[in-house]
């Protein structure tokens, strides 16, 4: 069986009227080489702002730099290990002199599947480092500088998962950073006065490398086939049977982001087919 990261086309992606989507406004995306941090750096880049795109990954996010130059947006590829605040010091900085600092995606994560008691405690310090310590400190390094913007506002976004709302088994690490990411856009959110607004998006499974590269561990571990874990495993709960392309995700994104979703301030943007709420 093969399920392939799709290609994303400018007809996709979700483009706004917003007077703070311009190039003077900066984005940084973490994660941006692959799955969902590559559609959201494109996405943001379309829509007029300048993205500083955050990842270990030179060779892949080349090749997000090179998408989004042929749809004439502009991202600036800052190589960056998130689990070094001097890497992520440096990053921040870099994007401070592009223009001004008013989106950050935390995006970047990994995983590894195994239960409770037969979890690795170095891919669990791993795991949390990577997907909640430094999604805290980007954001901890970002607040200062939306508030020295010329209106004080700015939106710190993250990449959450129906994980963080149910737990599933095999996924504790990944279940603990999803949730901690929800509370991570409340706390942010409860001390923005309105102004810097935080949210999370969760959706179902993706067609992401990270999603894709877990169906044989998966067949492996409940002693089924790859084409089981899909229909039975990942779909198996949710009212769409197909799993969603980045750029959905991307453009949930892009919404929040927005002057359209003022409102949106610690909240969740659930759109998961139903594997939640129909649980």
């Given at each position: 069986?093969?399920?392939k ?12 009227n917003?007077?703070?989507?311009c190039p003077?406004?900066?984005c ?5 080489a692959?799955g ?27 090749q997000?730099?090179?998408i989004?130059e ?10 960056t290990d998130?689990?070094?605040?001097s ?7 870099e994007a ?17 599947i195994?239960?409770v ?16 310590r430094?999604?805290f ?6 607040i ?10 700015g ?9 963080a709302?149910i737990?599933?088994m095999?996924k504790?690490?990944?279940?603990i950073t ?34 894709l590269?877990?169906?044989?561990a ?5 002693g089924i086939?790859?084409?089981q ?12 049977k197909?799993?969603?392309k980045p ?5 949930l ?14 909240g ?12």
């Open positions: 069986m093969q399920i990261e799709p290609d994303i086309t400018k007809e996709e992606i979700l483009v706004l917003d007077e703070n989507f003077d406004n900066v940084i995306v973490s994660g941006c692959t969902i941090g590559r559609a959201v750096a494109i996405a943001a880049a379309v829509n007029g702002l300048k993205v500083a795109g955050l990842d270990v990954n030179e060779q892949e996010a080349g997000t730099v090179e989004i042929k749809m004439g947006g502009k991202m600036y590829f800052i190589p998130l689990c070094k605040d890497d992520m010091d440096r990053a921040v900085a401070a002199r592009m223009g001004t600092v008013k989106y950050l995606a935390n995006i970047a994560g990994i995983q590894h195994d239960s008691e037969d979890f690795p405690m170095e891919k669990y310090d791993l795991m949390q480092r990577i997907m909640l430094a999604p400190y980007l954001s901890k390094l970002c200062p500088l939306m508030k020295k913007s010329a209106d004080g506002k939106v710190i976004a993250h990449m959450a998962s129906v994980h709302h737990c599933t095999r504790p690490v990944y279940n999803k949730f901690g990411l929800k509370a991570l856009a409340q706390s942010i959110s409860a001390e923005g006065d309105g102004k810097i607004r935080s949210f999370t998006v969760s959706t179902g499974f993706v067609q992401t490398p990270l999603a590269n877990q169906i044989p998966q067949a492996a571990q409940r086939t790859a084409e874990v899909v229909t039975d495993v990942m779909m198996g709960k949710s009212r769409i197909e799993m969603m750029v959905d995700a991307a453009n994104f892009i919404h929040g982001f927005s002057s359209y979703a003022k409102y949106l301030i610690g969740d943007l659930l759109f998961d087919g139903g594997m939640v709420l129909t649980y």
